[in-house]
């Protein structure tokens, strides 16, 4: 199940607006809010302030708030980053497109490392 992160679909059902007629207004498909009901997709800022316009609501009654504990993560994940930087670990890789076109991507050795620190770190300030 999709993490719970907008609350549309609660808020479009104390309406009388249908589905159908706020995708057609938003220009998206039926399926697209359906999608956004049930958070296995989440819709642009602007179209939330869209839907929260056409509903006549804030903004905020459309997203949940998520507490959180401070922990120090953002700074120990700045630390690593730099700790990364410094044995030499490329942020940046080159790689051929489909039309062996070369460009520059995000080095997924680095993202790879950078998720797996937080989810350690997480795990050890559970504890």
Known sequence: ????????KEELN???????????????????????NS????P??????????ILEIDNTNLILS??????GLADALQKEYKRL????MPKKVKVKD????EKEINNPEFVSTLR????????????
């Open 14 to 36: 104390k309406s009388s607006l249908q589905v159908a007629a706020l995708a057609l207004y938003l220009d998206v498909e039926d399926t697209t809010i359906s999608k956004w």
């Open 85 to 88: 930087l410094q044995t030499g």
């Open 116 to 127: 797996d620190f937080v989810e350690k770190y997480k795990k050890e300030k559970a504890k």
């Open 44 to 53: 642009s800022l602007n179209k939330i302030d869209d839907i929260g316009d």
């Open 98 to 101: 489909a039309k062996s076109e």
């Open 1 to 8: 199940m999709a993490k719970k992160i907008n609350n549309i």
């Open 39 to 42: 958070n296995k997709y989440q």
């Open 66 to 71: 998520i507490k959180r504990e401070s922990t």
